[in-house]
């Protein structure tokens, strides 16, 4: 892999990881359309390295909400903060256990299948179109809500489906406020890709040689500039209730990607 394709894979996880387009997703389309061959980088690594740039993007745009909760979480007693903080881990339970316990097979669903990727942007689609027509109200998100919210996060480890797009719009459907879903989605997904960096970091899969430090280098910064922009894009659009737009381009996309899987 060159620093061109890592430069453009960067963007493409930048972009996608917030609008609710499916990042994986885009990734594996774009890697087939570039044709990448990546024998001088470990995949895990650069995965690892594309989602820690956009993990930071997060901190970034969201560190007030960041620095309330902790100060709320110093104080030792059960306020606003100690709920907030415990939704979110119960919402990073179930994908975490699914990641945890079927890793090998969610890992062989990422091998260049359009015509699976396709499908899940249309289901993706779907759900957004769904979430766009939904009535705005004003609730908060309690602790069922954030057990629902975890599952559609659990079902976005699936090349295609959008975590964004899924967290949001299952949000919005639970008649949560919009933009109260979109900090809650982008507030989940933390702790979930730090833990995961972790893992990978501990088992040893992830590896560095001179020949993929300039590539890693590029797409990092890449993911990280363009997911700063992208986070903020998406906050603004949620609470304007464009969801629609996305819903179209999903469709778009998946309809191409398995046009082009069949026919390649």
Known sequence: MGW?????????????????????????IGKEMLGVESQNINNVTFSVVLHFGTVLSTVVVLWKDIVEIFKGLFKF???EEWHFAF?????????????FLFEDELDA???GNLLLVGGMLIITGLLLFAADQAKQTNRKVGYFDAI?????QMIAILPGISRSGATISTSVLLK?????AARFSF?????????????DLLSGDISL???????????????????????????????????????????VVGIAAMVYQLVA
């Open 148 to 152: 629902i919210v975890g599952v559609a």
């Open 187 to 199: 507030l989940m997904v933390i702790p979930l890709i730090m833990g995961k960096v972790a893992k």
């Open 109 to 111: 669903l990422f091998k």
């Open 4 to 28: 061109l394709e890592a430069l453009i894979l960067g963007i493409i996880q930048g972009l996608t990881e917030y609008l609710p387009v499916s990042s994986s997703g885009h990734i594996e």
């Open 87 to 99: 939704k979110i881990v119960l919402s990073m339970i179930p994908a975490a256990l699914v990641g």
């Open 77 to 79: 007693k059960m306020n």
């Open 176 to 180: 949560i406020d919009k933009a109260r």
């Open 209 to 251: 040689d001179e020949a993929s430090i300039m590539p890693l280098t590029i797409g990092f910064a890449a993911s990280f500039i363009v997911g700063i922009a992208a986070c903020q894009i998406m906050l603004n659009l949620v609470k304007r209730g464009k969801l629609v737009y996305f819903s179209i381009y999903c469709f």
